[in-house]
Structures are given as structure tokens and as C-alpha cells.
């Protein structure tokens, strides 16, 4: 079949990859994630495409939060092989700028909030949410070794991925506060009553799905553990805020 055949030797042919623009040519060819990258996209953080913040992704023109839309022209991004899209200047950067960025990852991971709001500056909790049934909660309830994990989270132990991923926070929506895009956790915000309308759970693998330290994780935690209100069956707490 010659037209089969033609097709074959013209995308075989170099020249028809190298008419492609530089963008299509690494949809094709993804690149690899270099040592020069911003240190959130080793994390595995979005960009977005009308700020240029981490942390969320939002496509252009269509409702980013951010006051400031600076982004780097679309044109000069790129796919790499983890499937996502990020500007060439924070995927190839110097090593002063680098440097820089790492500082404030680190700086971000000492503060209380953790998520600094040049980093999440969008309308969506960085945790995902899951509404759980009243069975679901009675079974979470009943395993003892939820209190293992957390206080292997607190010491930055390894622990099993099998049971982070039975592990789950039971929160009052009404009484959790944000913290630029962070829904933060404080010991007023913890309810034991489990027909509470409007009761939350979040799943504990997602901060780590959403590339948040251990260190982070153990912060968060920690004011419940010093409470030990995960097994003292507290029907009411009082409210801190």
C-alpha cells in the first residue's frame, strides 16, 4: 500500500520532527527533569499558566486567583516526563535563582502554615476531601494503630504504605480556618460527633500525595497527639480560635 508506506517514511524522516515548533517537539519527546529545576517540580507542584505560582494549575485566562498574572509566555514551556507542564525558567534555572528557591522551600517547611501564599494562591484546599459514611468512620475509628502512625509521622519514622492509606481525619468544616490555600487543622477544629452534617474527612496519604514533608505532616499533628485526642473518645473540645 504506497500511501501507508510514504506516511511511515515521513515520520521516520528527522526533517518532519524538526518543522514541528519547540513546544509540539517536546510533547513527543518529553524531557527529563534536570538537577537545575525548581525545586517543587522535583516535588511534583503544578504550575500555573497565568501566575507561574506552584500549587495549583490553572489554564490561561480562566480564573486564576492570583492578583499578579505574570507568567512566562506560552511558548517557552515544556512537558517533561512526569506528564506536566512547566515554564523553561524554572525548569532550567541559574544558580543564584536556584539557590533562592530552595531557601524558600525550606523556609516554607519551618513556618506554621507550611504553604506560604506565593505558593498556593488559589480558591481549593491543597488536601483532598473525601465524605465518608457513618460505617466508614465507625471502622477508621476502631483500628488501634492509628495512633502508631502518628507518632511515626511525629519521629519521621518509616511506616507501611498499606496503612497510611486506611488512615483519615475526621473534621468540623465550619471550624477549620485557611491559611492562603491551606485549610488549616487546629485542636478547636477536632469533633468527635460523627452525625455532624457537615463532617470531613481527609485522607492522611494526600498531604504526602500532594508532596508535603514528613516534617510538615508531624507538624500538623503534633498539637493532637500532645492532647491524645485521637483515643480519648472526647465527645466535645474546646474551640481555640
Not at 527533569?33 to 500549587?55: K, S, V
Not at 511558548?75 to 532550567?92: A, F, H, N, P, Q
Not at 466508614?136 to 509521622?153: G, P, T, V
Amino acid at each position: 500500500m504506497p500511501f501507508q508506506s510514504k506516511q511511515v517514511e515521513e515520520k521516520d524522516d528527522s526533517a518532519w520532527f524538526d518543522r514541528l515548533s519547540p513546544r509540539d517537539q517536546y510533547k513527543l519527546r518529553p524531557l527529563k527533569i534536570g538537577p537545575m529545576a525548581h525545586p517543587l517540580i522535583h516535588a511534583g507542584y503544578d504550575q500555573c499558566f497565568d501566575c507561574g505560582n506552584f500549587g495549583h494549575l490553572r489554564d490561561r485566562g480562566d480564573g486564576c486567583t492570583s492578583k499578579v498574572k505574570k507568567a512566562p509566555p506560552f511558548w517557552t514551556w515544556r512537558r517533561v516526563i512526569t506528564g506536566k507542564d512547566y515554564s523553561m525558567s524554572m525548569l532550567e534555572m541559574t544558580p543564584e535563582r536556584l539557590a533562592k528557591a530552595r531557601n524558600e522551600v525550606i523556609a516554607m517547611e519551618g513556618t506554621p502554615e507550611h504553604i506560604p501564599v506565593e505558593y498556593i494562591s488559589s480558591d481549593f484546599d491543597v488536601l483532598t476531601p473525601w465524605v465518608f459514611t457513618e460505617q466508614d468512620i465507625a471502622r477508621l475509628d476502631a483500628d488501634e494503630s492509628f495512633s502508631m502512625y502518628c507518632e511515626a509521622r511525629l519521629n519521621n519514622q518509616p511506616i507501611a504504605a498499606s496503612r497510611v492509606n486506611r488512615r483519615a481525619w475526621r473534621l468540623d468544616k465550619s471550624k477549620t480556618r485557611r491559611k492562603g490555600g491551606l485549610r488549616t487543622m487546629t485542636p478547636g477544629s477536632c469533633t468527635a460527633a460523627v452525625e455532624e452534617r457537615y463532617q470531613i474527612m481527609f485522607s492522611l496519604n494526600s498531604l504526602e500525595l500532594q508532596g508535603v514533608s514528613p516534617r510538615t505532616i508531624s507538624a500538623i499533628i503534633a498539637p493532637w497527639l500532645a492532647a491524645d485526642m485521637f483515643h480519648s473518645g472526647v465527645d466535645s473540645v474546646q474551640d481555640h480560635e
